[in-house]
């Protein structure tokens, strides 16, 4: 049956055929194997998976993140991290690093993170005299740190999907967001040691605080975000309603920004993403039950059955599985296909479901700037208008140290269960 689905799968995107019409594809044939074909069954399930409670914060982070970038809190946040960082050798790499993770807790996408801080910071780098394939490198990598520190689109699919609580999930992906952060960091001052540009002079007390005081507003929100998901105040689908607020009030009113056409913009753009990633989620909600009917993941869980009494070694297969698979689908699709497969095998393994969640989310951001289907690739050169291949040259020590603090957490678990019982 899972050699029906996979075929029946690739195929279909293989012909160019949309990953949610594909989901569907695959699953009809599953059904039509199982002998127990009915339209029905496929409208329900398509109906039942966009009617979930927890889905309704991908809208709202989504629409979020298009307020904030409109309302100019990227801006202020590059010009929070220039006035830190600008004056020291390699001063505009650190620059992207610290504004991708202070974005991070505003948008939770990656294409956005990406798109938002390239368009300003890889001109800028340019400018400086780097090759462009370097900032574009730098800008991409430090993008996949969005879905990782709350708020996280994935993490509220992988919860919607296997059950988990989506709260425990975004405190979770806090420490790991952070390390791939230092990680980047660590890489960049490797690089950057022979830099011989003429560096800015270091701003004033004055210029910091003022800098401080212009982004403030745009800092507070990932305070807010965590302190009340941290303290039990609100939901995560209250979160996106309180950020979707915030930033409105603060780009119409404090920042000014944001006026009608602004507005219309942005609620058009969210619009058409939230179409297509619920289009997608639901999808795969079909595919979900059909697995499960057809005992697939019973039969995964048999397969791998000699190594259910060794979790790490189980950990680390699976971690393959989805470094290949991140290569050659996008994550949304892959956490919905995935995930209802591999949690059986997860919790027989006696592996944490929580943990699990952030390492698949890691991973699969990960795919994210891996050749050929590297969606946040794509967005890189379109910014700077140079090939895939130009690209990777500049992107693999970046992708190296990711692929290594993977691996840190997968053999060392603490480094995410230790917070994250604190942050919980």
């Known amino acids: 049956m899972l050699w029906v689905f996979l075929a029946a799968l690739f195929a279909a995107l293989a012909a160019g055929v949309p990953v949610a019409f594909a989901l569907m594809l695959c699953s009809v044939a599953l059904m039509v194997s199982l002998n127990m074909l009915d339209s029905q069954i496929v409208a329900q399930n398509l109906i039942n998976g966009a009617n979930n409670f927890a889905l309704m914060a991908i809208p709202f982070f ?31 790499g650190y620059v992207v690093i610290i504004a991708s993770v202070l974005f991070a807790g505003l ?5 956005a993170d990406t798109a938002a801080l390239g368009a300003i910071l890889i001109p800028m780098m340019v400018e400086r005299g ?77 210029e910091i605080l003022t800098a401080t005081k212009e982004a403030g507003w745009a800092l507070l929100m990932p305070v807010i975000i965590i302190g009340g998901l941290r303290g039990g105040v ?6 996106g309603v309180i950020a979707v607020f915030y930033a409105l009030f603060v780009g119409m009113f404090v920042y000014r920004n944001i006026g009608p056409r602004q507005l219309y913009d942005a609620l058009i753009r969210s619009a058409k993403t939230t179409s297509v990633v619920m289009f997608v989620a639901s999808a795969a909600i079909v595919s979900a039950w059909i697995i499960t009917v057809a005992n697939v993941p019973q039969g995964m869980t048999e397969l791998l059955n000699p190594l259910i009494d060794r ?9 393959l599985l989805l470094l290949a698979v991140g290569m050659v689908m996008d994550l949304t699709p892959t956490i919905l296909i995935l995930t209802p497969v591999l949690m059986p095998i997860v919790k ?9 969640g ?43 140290v990711e692929i290594a603090i993977l691996l840190l957490l997968v053999f060392f678990p603490q480094i995410v269960t230790v917070p994250l019982e604190w942050l919980t």
Request: glycine share 12%; proline share 8%.
């Open 62 to 92: 989504i629409l979020a993140g298009e307020l904030m970038n409109r309302g100019g809190m990227s801006k202020r946040i590059v010009q929070f991290a220039m006035t830190l960082v600008g004056h020291v050798r390699g001063g505009l």
């Open 107 to 111: 948008s939770g996408s990656a294409v």
């Open 130 to 206: 780097y090759d462009k394939k370097v900032p574009t490198a730098i800008v991409s990598s430090a993008g996949i740190i969005a879905p990782i520190i709350p708020p996280s689109i994935p993490m509220i699919l992988f919860g919607v999907v296997s059950g988990v609580s989506i709260t425990q999930l975004f405190m979770g992906g806090i420490v790991p967001g952070l390390l791939i952060a230092v990680g980047l960091m660590l890489v960049w001052f490797y690089m950057s040691r022979k830099e011989t540009a003429e560096l800015p002079p270091r701003k004033s007390v004055k």
């Open 234 to 239: 609100f939901t995560p689908t209250e979160a």
């Open 311 to 319: 979790p790490l070694l189980l950990l680390l297969l699976i971690n």
């Open 348 to 356: 027989a393994a006696g592996i944490d479901p929580v943990y699990f």
């Open 358 to 400: 952030i390492i698949m989310v890691i991973n699969l951001c990960i795919g994210l700037i891996t050749p050929p289907v590297g969606t946040v690739l794509y967005v890189g050169c379109g910014i700077s208008r140079i090939s895939i291949g130009e690209l990777v040259k500049g992107l693999w020590p970046f992708l190296m």
